[in-house]
């Protein structure tokens, strides 16, 4: 079964502290993976994308890692901002019957900033 | 270029009502997904279109859903004769093609009553 498990499920940090969020799957065959932006009551927005091939891509503050042979990401947030507060969910794109693709959505950790 | 353009962003329908939700794909995107999010829960994927084309359903209830995206104007998810277990809040996605970078609308949220 296709699977997107985050970790932790929650997490609180001082402003301009750094933090990882973890994402294992289970998805089978692999197409890429996201990492997405959710603030509170509005769509999710693209942060990282990476395929089989990359093993790391960054965006700003952002660094993203992928271990395709553990099927593991990992989210890497730097010097944290307010702003950073929200939910960070890691998305799996399964290749479907090979013509299409389906997102497999994590449920989230959900971030918030202390000043 | 707008985004991804949902409406309406709230609707609220009695029960036994039709919903009907709205989606503008990104400028030149031909490939349209639909989401729903469960208060407190992540997404999960309802239908894939492209244009005039449903390519994947599997995650959509076989009863009173419907999806479609003409040839000319929105897609349309469609829910007919609504629970309160509809309540959710429903994002739609738009891609140039299959593989590249899906974009998000703000969802519209809808509720039961």
């Known amino acids: 079964k296709n699977q997107v498990e985050q970790s932790p499920q929650s997490l609180i940090i001082l402003e301009g502290k750094n933090c990882t969020l973890q994402c294992n799957y289970t998805v089978s065959p692999f197409s890429n993976l996201r990492w997405y932006k959710q603030d509170t009551g509005r769509g999710p927005v693209s942060l990282t994308i990476?395929?089989?091939?990359?093993n790391t891509k960054s965006n700003g503050r952002y660094t993203a890692t992928l271990d395709a042979d553990t099927k593991q990401s990992s989210l890497h947030i730097t010097a944290s901002q307010l702003s950073d507060s929200a939910s960070y969910i890691c998305v799996v794109s399964a290749l479907n019957g090979g013509a299409t693709n389906k997102l497999i959505f994590g449920t989230g950790t959900l971030l918030a900033i202390q000043p | 270029n707008a985004g991804v353009m949902q409406n309406p962003r709230h609707l609220v329908r009695r029960r036994g009502q039709e919903a009907r939700l709205r989606c503008s794909p990104m400028k030149g995107h031909s490939h349209v997904y639909w989401y729903r999010q469960l208060p407190e829960e992540g997404l999960k994927f309802m239908v894939y279109l492209q244009k005039e084309n449903i390519i994947d359903e599997s995650g959509m209830p076989k009863e009173r859903f419907s999806a479609e995206f003409p040839k000319e104007g929105p897609s349309i998810l469609r829910i007919q004769q609504v629970v309160r277990g509809d309540s959710a809040a429903y994002f739609c996605a738009s891609s140039r093609e299959v593989n590249t970078e899906a974009f998000f609308g703000q969802g519209t949220r809808l509720t039961v009553v």
């Open positions: 990476m395929t089989f091939s990359e």
